[in-house]
């Protein structure tokens, strides 16, 4: 019999578990003490509890932590992890350290459904949606553990499809008896499922971001298959109804194609598209992909595209590019990982 993980587990669940094994309620607050506070690596460590009731639960249950099978280390100070899940699968983290700050981007999925024209992941096909506890494994098995300062939801899969287990990792993160991290250090990306985005506005204070890449519909079509279920226009005009302002942030994804996204035809149709919508966009450098038709933007042209958006009023940035000489982009590592394994 497999044991069952208890990392990843919420604090109700927990008490479901405990109840069940015929143990007092309180058990649960104390398992998720050791979890996600004491960080405790196996049962036997919860000292608090009796030496009897940890021999109880551990006929059942496991910590469950996953260590990362293989680490890449860039010249610029990005790592990516990756880690394995099921048999055969493997998903990535990056975990990028900047001067004030420390990022972990994690994946929610083995592979992806979505089938977006630029995405390595994709590529994949979908494998298998992460438990709770194998997304936020990301964050505590790697030794930069304490170092992280913010996480996004931007690795390999596509988070609004796996959304139960998303929002179980975002609470465990969020939670005062969990590790008690503030929502503002925790963004969600999203392609735009309109049901779970509306879920996710609801039941989360976690900053959303939008993968937009273009506001014209056949565009969209071509680049992003989803755009023919749930077109940008309805994602956007659902973000206005459901976002309420305060310290939730929403911004918008922009990966840049040259000659295909990048004119001043673009400009404007964002501008129309965001126009009155507190928000900011982000702008990233396209690095290309196996058999990828698309190339990426030059440097100079997303300059003149970035002041043209805050000239309308739309704040917007530029991501700078972290980890290109050790395959950082989603999907690219595990891509290689599957081929050598098969």
Request: glycine share 8%; aromatic share 8%; hydrophobic share 40%.
């Given at each position: 019999?497999?044991?069952?993980p208890l990392?990843g587990?919420t604090?109700?669940?927990?008490t479901?578990?405990?109840?069940?094994?015929?143990?007092?309620?309180?058990t649960?607050?104390?398992?998720?003490?050791?979890l996600?506070h004491?960080?405790?690596d196996?049962?036997?460590q919860?000292?608090?509890?009796?030496?009897?009731v940890?021999?109880q639960?551990?006929?059942?249950y496991?910590?469950?932590?996953?260590?990362?099978?293989?680490?890449s280390e860039?010249?610029?100070?990005?790592k990516?992890?990756?880690?394995?899940?099921?048999?055969?699968?493997?998903?990535?983290?990056?975990?990028?350290?900047?001067?004030d700050?420390?990022t972990l981007?994690v994946?929610?999925?083995?592979?992806?459904?979505m089938?977006?024209l630029?995405?390595m992941?994709?590529?994949q096909?979908?494998?298998?949606?992460?438990?709770?506890?194998?997304?936020?494994?990301?964050?505590?098995s790697?030794?930069?553990?304490?170092?992280?300062?913010?996480?996004?939801?931007?690795?390999?899969?596509e988070?609004?499809?796996?959304l139960?287990?998303?929002?179980?990792?975002?609470?465990i993160?969020?939670?005062?008896?969990?590790?008690?991290?503030s929502?503002?250090?925790v963004?969600?990306?999203?392609i735009?499922?309109?049901?779970?985005?509306r879920?996710?506005m609801?039941?989360?204070?976690?900053?959303?971001?939008?993968?937009?890449?273009?506001?014209?519909?056949?565009?969209?079509?071509?680049?992003?298959?989803?755009?023919?279920?749930y077109?940008?226009?309805?994602?956007v005009?659902?973000?206005r109804?459901?976002?309420?302002g305060g310290?939730?942030?929403v911004s918008?994804e922009?990966?840049?194609?040259?000659?295909?996204?990048?004119t001043?035809?673009?400009v404007?149709e964002?501008?129309?598209?965001?126009?009155?919508?507190?928000?900011?966009?982000?702008l990233?450098?396209?690095?290309?992909?196996?058999?990828s038709?698309?190339?990426?933007?030059?440097?100079a042209?997303?300059?003149?595209?970035?002041?043209?958006?805050?000239?309308k009023?739309?704040?917007?940035?530029?991501?700078?590019?972290?980890?290109?000489?050790?395959?950082?982009?989603?999907?690219?590592l595990?891509?290689?990982a599957?081929?050598?394994?098969?």
């Amino acid at each position: 019999m497999s044991l069952i993980p208890l990392y990843g587990k919420t604090l109700s669940e927990l008490t479901e578990i405990v109840v069940a094994e015929g143990l007092l309620k309180y058990t649960a607050a104390q398992i998720t003490d050791w979890l996600y506070h004491k960080d405790v690596d196996s049962i036997d460590q919860m000292t608090n509890l009796s030496k009897k009731v940890r021999e109880q639960l551990s006929v059942k249950y496991t910590i469950g932590l996953i260590a990362p099978e293989q680490v890449s280390e860039s010249a610029d100070g990005t790592k990516k992890y990756l880690f394995p899940t099921g048999i055969n699968k493997f998903v990535e983290a990056a975990y990028i350290p900047e001067t004030d700050r420390a990022t972990l981007c994690v994946s929610s999925q083995a592979g992806c459904k979505m089938g977006c024209l630029f995405c390595m992941t994709g590529k994949q096909g979908f494998q298998g949606h992460l438990t709770s506890g194998e997304i936020i494994n990301q964050l505590r098995s790697i030794p930069e553990f304490r170092n992280v300062t913010n996480i996004v939801y931007m690795g390999m899969g596509e988070p609004f499809d796996n959304l139960d287990n998303v929002l179980k990792s975002t609470e465990i993160l969020t939670s005062e008896w969990g590790m008690g991290w503030s929502p503002k250090r925790v963004t969600v990306s999203s392609i735009g499922l309109i049901p779970a985005l509306r879920k996710f506005m609801e039941q989360s204070n976690c900053h959303l971001a939008i993968s937009l890449h273009t506001p014209f519909d056949e565009e969209r079509k071509m680049l992003m298959p989803i755009q023919n279920v749930y077109p940008i226009a309805d994602v956007v005009a659902e973000i206005r109804k459901t976002f309420k302002g305060g310290q939730r942030r929403v911004s918008f994804e922009y990966i840049m194609f040259d000659g295909i996204n990048d004119t001043p035809k673009h400009v404007k149709e964002m501008t129309k598209l965001l126009n009155g919508l507190e928000c900011r966009v982000n702008l990233i450098r396209f690095h290309t992909i196996p058999d990828s038709p698309l190339r990426g933007t030059a440097d100079a042209k997303m300059l003149e595209f970035r002041d043209a958006l805050t000239s309308k009023g739309i704040f917007t940035t530029i991501r700078a590019s972290r980890g290109q000489d050790i395959q950082a982009a989603c999907g690219l590592l595990s891509t290689k990982a599957l081929i050598e394994r098969k």
